[in-house]
């Protein structure tokens, strides 16, 4: 007869996270373990100035005083933070080289993330910027881009750079007090990129960045800062890989998004951290802040197709700050094994006649748990606020687990706020349907997945689209006995 | 081309099919006919291979080979089709991808590559006009907020486009309006050949008049009670089952 349980499950073992080696690259590293010192030397050894060194020491003090929050859905041994290395650069690494330049080895891992960066250069009209453990390694297109007056850059590079931007801009939207892992990002962030779109320029082509964690026992502390000046337009894209290992990896990132009157940013995720193995071993922690400030007739949109990392705490947020002002939130989470996501948004009405809409698809499998958290807070001067929120949640056999918690504040009588959720299961007269035309049941699960989510994936843009939905297939490979 | 040899068949312990023997040769047109729960979608599911039903005896042959082992998948990529009675919903699958996605993979199991776009096209072209369905309803969600009616037609356009051996249609007609009941029957008309066959099963004598058939079998209770020419769907027509139920309870 059909799949028999065991021969799913042996498929599942063959079937192990595609992107899990490890490139051997000489690295430089530095010991585990935090304190002043250790932020001091961070900020040394990428050559900051000296206010962008007190910034982090006061994030540091902060940090310091705070907890790690609880509140989450998620169930993990906390990280110890005195047993990660904060900083870890191939040795290789420079950021003034060239492409032309760049080490071998590292030109393999690209390849074997499926990047071809000298592809990418010619063929598809994106810009990227690879960020490998804390450094970033490669920007393309820088030319054509600084003809606009854009800036797209490594964030170490901007701060010596454009530290008139950096300094009026960075923590004005994500402060370090934030929160836990905000603080400590603030503290020892890395690399990261650097986005500045010029009043009235539409950025002709996709900007993307590839985050990596490649070096055992590091973090990665990223942080992307993203201004869109009046009237301008920017499409931007973030993909995720790590090696698989045995031991839980920290990756606390932050992203900041500044569009100014009239400026319109999509900002596109694919996140694709090691999960663990399906003994729930392993895996990265993704405890990522993304927060976005909109000026009046400004629009940001995230989406979003998290499939990676054991535990993720995610939650993109729009500031409605300007009147009419825009802000979306299209999230696929895929869960599987052990797996663990709470990952919602927070759209914050302050302006007259904001609107904003969640669309959030969660998929759960295995014994993995799935909650989706959300809130809408219109503001007492937020006259005519609209928002929509729809929430569905796909659960495949038994032993999985969704959750939705959407929290409404209104505290102004106009305030227009809708909101649906579903929950559905994959039906097995819809795999029988499916086999019987031919489909085996692992492409059924993956077109029925597709189906579900298919409102999201219709946000990305084309190319990423096409990735997603291969993700969405390998990440359930196996989840249905 | 399909032979069940004596199959009886149980879901959760209670045995649905109670000794089944049916040949089905290339070019033939049978008509399963029987009251309600008599185990006609029953025989159905199990020639298509659902494990939901166990089969406790007997076999089920396709062109000599026993399809015990043979997935549901595998059966459809060797020619069998099932024309649901109740047709499922896929959300944001549209019917397009849905059977591009079918083809391929049978495709890909014989060892064949995608089919090209342009023949994909072409062939949804040619297959939607012999159903004289609009093709913007093929870029709708599968089944999803279908019409009865609309459902069974794509059903048989699935099955136009698959093209298949032997083609088991569950109650196509309950739904059809009169003309759609014209238009579908003789799309399965054009699609019969000689080297394919078609099991109609069905309530009414209405489809039997338009799609003719060699022979017509009466389920009941999980066994076929009595098999004879196109006459006997007529007889039936005119008498129910009642005097059958009592012949067979003898
Ligand atoms: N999954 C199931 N679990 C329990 N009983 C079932 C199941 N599927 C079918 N049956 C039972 O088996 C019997 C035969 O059902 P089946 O659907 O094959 O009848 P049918 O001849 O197609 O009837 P109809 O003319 O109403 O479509 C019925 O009594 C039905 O309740
Ligand atoms: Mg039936």
Redesign the interface.
């Known amino acids: 007869m059909a799949y028999t349980e065991e021969e799913l499950k042996k498929e599942l073992e063959t079937k192990e996270y595609e992107y899990g080696f490890y490139t051997d690259i000489e690295s430089d590293t530095f010991p585990i373990g935090l304190n002043e010192e250790i932020v001091i030397a961070i900020s040394k050894k990428k050559e900051e100035p000296e206010w962008m060194t007190l910034w982090r020491l006061e994030a540091f003090r902060i940090w310091k005083s705070m907890e790690e929050p609880t509140w989450a859905n998620v169930h993990y041994d906390k990280p110890d933070f005195q047993n990660i290395s904060y900083y870890s650069a191939p040795k290789s690494a420079d950021p003034n080289k060239t492409l032309d330049d760049v080490d071998p080895d590292l030109l393999e891992m690209y390849r074997k993330l499926g990047i071809s960066v000298d592809e990418q250069k010619k063929l598809q009209n994106v810009a990227v910027d690879i960020v490998v453990d804390s450094v970033s390694v490669a920007t393309t297109f820088k030319k054509t881009l600084a003809e606009k007056g854009i800036i797209f850059m490594p964030i170490s590079e901007a701060i010596k750079e454009h530290p008139e931007l950096v300094k009026k801009y960075m923590g004005t939207v994500v402060p370090q007090k934030d929160n836990f892992y905000a603080a400590l990002n603030s503290a020892v962030f890395t690399d990261g990129s650097f986005c500045y779109i010029p009043k009235g320029v539409r950025c002709p082509m996709e900007l993307s960045t590839y985050f990596r964690i490649n070096q055992a026992g590091t973090g990665q502390f990223e942080r992307t800062l993203l201004i869109a000046d009046e009237d301008s337009y920017v499409s931007y894209l973030e993909g995720c890989t790590a090696p698989s290992r045995d031991e839980n990896q920290l990756h606390a990132a932050v992203v900041e998004l500044i569009a100014l009157d009239g400026a319109e940013i999509k900002y596109s995720t694919v996140q694709n951290w090691f999960p663990g193995n399906k003994e729930g071993k392993g895996g990265v922690f993704n405890f990522v802040t993304k927060r976005a400030i909109c000026e009046k007739n400004a629009k940001v949109s995230w989406t979003q197709v998290e499939t990676g990392s054991a535990v993720t705490w995610k939650y993109p947020s729009c500031i409605l700050k300007g009147d009419n002002s825009i802000g979306e939130f299209y999230s696929i989470a895929v869960t599987n094994n052990y797996q663990q996501a709470d990952t919602g948004t927070k759209m914050v009405h302050l302006g007259k006649n904001t609107k904003s809409t969640i669309i959030s698809k969660g998929i759960s499998a295995g014994k993995s748990q799935n909650s989706y958290r959300g809130l809408v807070q219109v503001n007492s001067r937020a006259d005519g606020a609209r928002n929509f929120s729809q929430c569905d949640s796909l659960l495949m056999g038994n032993e999985c687990g969704a959750h939705t918690f959407p929290y409404i504040e209104a505290k102004n009588k106009t305030a227009m706020i809708e909101h649906e959720a579903t929950t559905s299961k994959i039906g097995e007269d819809q795999i029988f349907y499916c086999n019987q035309r031919g489909i085996p049941t692992e492409k059924a699960i993956a077109l029925i997945v597709n189906g579900f989510s298919k409102e999201v994936l219709n946000k990305l843009p084309m190319e990423f689209a096409v990735e997603a939905q291969k993700l969405l297939e390998i990440s359930l490979e196996g989840s249905v006995g | 081309m399909l032979k069940i040899k004596d199959l009886h068949a149980s879901v959760d312990d209670k045995e649905i099919l109670r000794g089944i023997n049916l040949e089905i040769k290339a070019g033939e047109v049978h008509a399963i006919m029987g009251p309600n729960g008599s185990g006609k979608s029953t025989l159905a599911s199990v020639i298509?291979?659902?494990?939901?039903f166990e089969v406790t005896q007997g076999s089920v042959e396709l062109e000599g080979e026993d399809l015990e082992?043979v997935?549901?998948?595998e059966?459809?990529?060797k020619g069998?089709?099932?024309s649901?009675q109740y047709?499922?919903?896929?959300?944001?699958?549209s019917v397009t991808?849905?059977m591009k996605?079918?083809?391929n993979?049978?495709r890909k199991?014989k060892g064949l590559e995608d089919m090209p776009a342009k023949d994909m096209l072409k062939l949804i072209r040619e297959k939607s006009e012999l159903l004289e369905i609009d093709r913007k309803f093929l870029s709708r969600?599968l089944n999803e907020g279908f019409s009865g009616g609309e459902k069974k037609r794509n059903e048989i356009f699935?099955m136009a486009m698959?093209e298949p051996k032997v083609a088991i249609l569950d109650e196509t007609d309950s739904g059809l309006d009169i003309d759609a009941l014209r238009i579908v029957a003789s799309g399965v008309n054009k699609l019969k050949s000689k080297d394919n066959a078609v099991i109609l099963i069905t309530h009414y004598q209405r489809l039997l008049e338009y799609i003719v058939p060699d022979f017509v079998h009466v389920l009941h209770n999980g066994k076929i009670v009595k098999s004879g020419g196109k006459e006997l769907a007529l007889e039936l027509e005119e008498k129910g089952y009642d005097w059958l139920k009592q012949e067979t309870a003898v």
């Open positions: 298509a291979g659902n494990d939901n082992d997935s549901p998948e059966r459809a990529h069998v089709f099932l649901f047709p499922i919903e896929i959300p944001g699958v991808n849905f996605t079918a083809i993979e049978s199991a969600s699935q698959l």
